[in-house]
C-alpha cells in the first residue's frame, strides 16, 4: 500500500530532473536564458508601470493645484517642488534640510516594515499548526484592525514611552500587521494536498508539512504581503512621528503648515510618495527574480 502511494506521488521526479539537466548542459542553457528573458520582462513591466503611476501621480497633482482655485501661495506644483529642491538659488539648503528628514523616515519605516513582517509570519506559521491558537489570536488581530489609530496611540505612547523605537515599532507593527498577515495565510492555505499527502506518507507531521510544502509554496504570497506592507510601514512611520517622536516627515508637516512653509509642505508630501513607490517597485524587482529563479514567476505569460 506504501509503495503504491509513493509510486502514485512520484516523488523522485524532481531529483530526476534536475539530474537530468545538471547532465545536459544545453538543458540547463536554455533554462538559464528562459530565466533571465522572464526576468528581463518582468522588470520592464515593473518599471513601464512605475513610469505610468509616476505620470498620473504627477498629472493630478498639476489638475488640482491648477483647477481646484487654491491660491498658489499655499498650492505648490511640481514645478514648483523641483524648483526648491533642485533649481532654485536655495536649492541646496533646501536638501540639506530634507535629507536627515528623509533618512529618518526610512528608518522608521523600516522598523515597522521588519517588525510587522516577522509578526505576521510567525502569527501564521502558528495559526497554521493550531486552530485554537488562531480562535484566541485572531479576535485580538481584527480588533486592532478596526479601532482607529489615533485612539489607540496615547494608550501606546504611554505603555512604550513617548519617542521611543518602541513606539514606532508598535504603531508601524499594528498598520503592517493584518493586510501582511491575511495574505501569508492565504498562500499557506493553497499548499498543494497531495505533496502534504506525501509527506504523512514518509511519516511527516503538520509541522514538517509545513516546512517542506506550505512555507515554498507561500512565496508568491509572502512577497505580496511585503508589497501591501511597504506603503502601511511609510504610513506607519509618519503617525508614529506625528503623534510620538515628532521627528521625520511626519513630525515636520505641522510644523511646515503652522509655520506657513508651503513649500516644505509640498515637497514633503511628494518625497514621501516618490519613496513609497520607490520601494514598493523595489520589492516587486526582488519578488520577480526570487520567484523566476524558483520557477514559479508568471512573466513568462
Known sequence: M???LVDTANPPAPATGRLALSADPAA???LTADRRRALGRSLRRSLGNAAITFAIVLLLWQAIVSFTGISPYVAKGPVDVWNHLFAGADAASHRAQMAPLVAQTLLDSSIGF???MITAMILAVLFSLSKAVEAGVMPLVLLLRTIPLVSIAPVIILITGR???ASVAVIGTIVVLFPALASIL???SRASRQSIDVVHVFGGGRFTALRKVSIPGAGPSLFAAARVSVPGAVTGALLAEWLSTGQGIGGSILKFNAQAQFAQLWTSIALITLITLL???IVQVVENAVLVRMGM???QR
Request: aromatic fraction near 14%.
Open 28 to 30: 540547463q542553457a536554455r
Open 2 to 4: 506504501t509503495a503504491k
Open 279 to 281: 520601494l514598493y517597485n
Open 297 to 299: 514567476s508568471t512573466a
Open 163 to 165: 519617542g521611543t523605537l
Open 114 to 116: 521588519v517588525f510587522g
Open 186 to 188: 492565504f498562500g499557506l
